[in-house]
């Protein structure tokens, strides 16, 4: 069985550019979270997808961050425009039961540099 | 504050030695995850516990609900258990809240 993947491994962009970070749980898992760690902080929680359906949508920071999962199947997560303050790691991870029983299956994580 | 804290934040230690980490949280949580981090790689799930004690090997997790802590011992540590140790509740339904992780070091 495959893990959760994420693409791309690393992303180095400038200021004001777009960036788009894509996930793929493992098959079958209907819950996707997007977390993110940024430099010397605790890795926090981003949103929370069921399906196709934005769960918790709480931690994610302004409007530039955009997340979809059309069809219920990967997610992509994109920033636009990149800020300085958005570098960091951004990890995926997904669970098949709804209330995580069997804990959450993570993927490597991007990491995000933005110069 | 954070709502969940771990102690130490740094560890380093001999090889064979028995490792003990901390994590306190202040919040009611479904919940208490052991996460471990290797340099450069992913995360990965070590522990999922709600109560009482669990043991995977040279690995043991316990939890007080009452007290809201839990500790993860390492036994006879080896250098590949250096890692970035990390504990996380689930508040709730299913969202995470972590905290800022153990650093381990463990030398030949």
């Known amino acids: 069985e495959a893990g959760v993947t994420q693409f791309p491994s690393h992303s180095v962009i400038e200021k004001g550019q777009t960036v788009t970070l894509r996930c793929d749980p493992i098959s079958g898992h209907d819950n996707l979270y997007w977390y993110r760690r940024v430099m010397g902080k605790e890795i926090k929680f981003l949103l929370h997808?069921?399906?196709?359906?934005?769960?918790?949508e709480s931690g994610m920071p302004n409007n530039r961050f955009l997340a979809e999962r059309t069809g219920g199947t990967y997610s992509t997560l994109k920033v636009q425009p990149a800020e300085l303050e958005d570098s960091g790691v951004y990890f995926c991870?997904?669970?098949?039961?709804?209330?995580?029983?069997?804990?959450?299956?993570f993927g490597p994580g991007t990491r995000l540099t933005v110069l | 504050k954070n709502e969940v804290e771990q102690s130490p934040q740094n560890l380093t230690a001999q090889e064979g030695e028995f490792i003990t980490i901390n994590c306190s949280y202040s919040?009611?949580?479904?919940?208490l995850h052991w996460l471990q981090q290797h340099p450069g790689g992913g995360i990965v799930s070590l522990f999922m516990l709600s109560s009482g004690k669990k043991k995977h090997g040279r690995l043991i997790a316990t939890i007080n609900i009452q007290e809201k802590h839990s500790s993860l011992h390492i036994t006879a540590s080896h250098p590949r258990d250096s890692a970035v140790y990390i504990c996380?509740?689930?508040?709730?339904?299913?969202?995470?809240?972590f905290g800022q992780g153990t650093r381990l070091t463990i030398n030949p």
């Open positions: 919040v009611g949580i479904s919940a």
């Open positions: 991870a997904s669970s098949q039961d709804r209330v995580a029983v069997r804990g959450q299956y």
């Open positions: 997808f069921v399906k196709e359906s934005k769960q918790d």
């Open positions: 996380a509740v689930t508040k709730g339904a299913q969202k995470l809240v």
